[in-house]
Each structure stands twice: as C-alpha cells, then as structure tokens.
C-alpha cells in the first residue's frame, strides 16, 4: 500500500506506506493502491496550469 506525498516546494510522491513520511513532506492521498496514488497525481498534475 501507498500513500502520496507533496514536499514543500509542491513535488508529489508515490510513497511506501510501511515507510516514515520524511520531514516537511505532508501526505495528501492514501493508504490505498499504487494505481490508486497514481490516478491521484495525474488528478492533481491535470488541474494545476503550466508554468510558462
């Protein structure tokens, strides 16, 4: 099982659910599947605009 993560500086994270959530990076989705996490990121990269 995964959780995702997003850092400070707004990376996201496909991450071990097993595993310690690193300093500074919050979990925004899961415990669920990788798949699952998966289709979260892509939700959360399709509605954030492009930088120019």
């Known amino acids: 099982m995964f959780l995702v993560l997003v850092s400070p500086s707004?990376?996201?994270?496909i991450w071990p659910a097993v595993l310690q959530?690193?300093?500074?990076?919050l979990v925004v989705h899961g415990v669920a599947?990788?798949?699952?996490?998966a289709d979260h990121v892509d939700a959360l990269r399709a509605d954030?605009?492009?930088a120019a």
């Open 21 to 25: 959530v690193p300093a500074g990076w």
């Open 10 to 13: 707004g990376q996201y994270s």
């Open 48 to 50: 954030q605009p492009l």
């Open 33 to 37: 599947s990788r798949q699952s996490c």
